[in-house]
T-cell receptor, first 115, second 115 residues
Framework: EAQVTQNPRYLITVTGKKLTVTCSQN?????MSWYRQDPGLGLRQIYY???????DKGDVPEGYKVSRKEKRNFPLILESPSPNQTSLYFC??????????????FGEGSRLTVL | AQTVTQSQPEMSVQEAETVTLSCTYD???????LFWYKQPPSRQMILVIR??????QNATENRFSVNFQKAAKSFSLKISDSQLGDAAMYFC????????????FGAGTILRVKS
């Protein structure tokens, strides 16, 4: 089954304790991205990657890191989480070819709470 | 930068009736995609309908249809014969064909369906 898998789905942590949210897709997509969803703000892009070893900042990158060492994986790293990073996080992927549909395929979301 | 505006934070509809959700966007590009995503309480992001900007014909998917007005930069979603399962948060989103590095989302509209 074609899917984007995120882990963990739920996490409660404390300020300053490093954490990683993993993301993996099995569709051989070049493009992967992380979004955060906050009430009244919709989804905002944190980081994206157009291919292996190619990453770039989105609209709200502060406090986050990413890496793309393999095509299928795109982990999101919070080196020193703070309460303002409490949010719902989505990983998404898509093909890059111009003939694609433009649709993003989303993971099921990760609810992160930083105390 | 592109922006997407959903001016209705919340809407209600009676079961079996029709409701229209509004979306406007701002862009200087001529080639792009527009989407409506549904987010039920499970938090999963589900693609409802997609429109390519070069197509004049409005997209339809069963009970879901759009009114795409390119000159007015408007992209509304009409849900006919509303069902209880349509209750969800709905997001309007924009993606550039040329750059394709992100989806730009509106803030969302909560749709409540009354039985």
């Amino acid at each position: 089954e074609a899917q984007v898998t995120q882990n963990p789905r739920y996490l409660i942590t404390v300020t300053g304790k490093k954490l990683t949210v993993t993301c993996s897709q099995n569709m051989n997509h070049e493009y992967m991205s992380w979004y955060r969803q906050d009430p009244g703000l919709g989804l905002r892009q944190i980081y994206y990657s157009m291919n292996v070893e190619v990453t770039d900042k989105g609209d709200v990158p502060e406090g986050y890191k990413v890496s793309r060492k393999e095509k299928r994986n795109f982990p999101l790293i919070l080196e020193s989480p703070s309460p303002n990073q409490t949010s719902l996080y989505f990983c998404a992927s898509s093909p890059l070819a111009l003939a694609n549909t433009g649709e993003l395929f989303f993971g099921e979301g990760s609810r992160l709470t930083v105390l | 930068a592109q922006t997407v505006t959903q001016s209705q934070p919340e809407m209600s509809v009676q079961e079996a009736e029709t409701v229209t959700l509004s979306c406007t966007y701002d862009t200087s590009e001529s080639d792009y995609y527009l989407f409506w995503y549904k987010q039920p309480p499970s938090r999963q992001m589900i693609l409802v309908i997609r429109q390519e900007a070069y197509k004049q014909q409005n997209a339809t998917e069963n009970r879901f249809s759009v009114n795409f007005q390119k000159a007015a930069k408007s992209f509304s979603l009409k849900i006919s014969d509303s069902q209880l399962g349509d209750a969800a948060m709905y997001f309007c989103a924009y993606r550039s064909v040329r750059y394709g590095n992100k989806l730009v989302f509106g803030a969302g509209t909560i749709l409540r369906v009354k039985s």
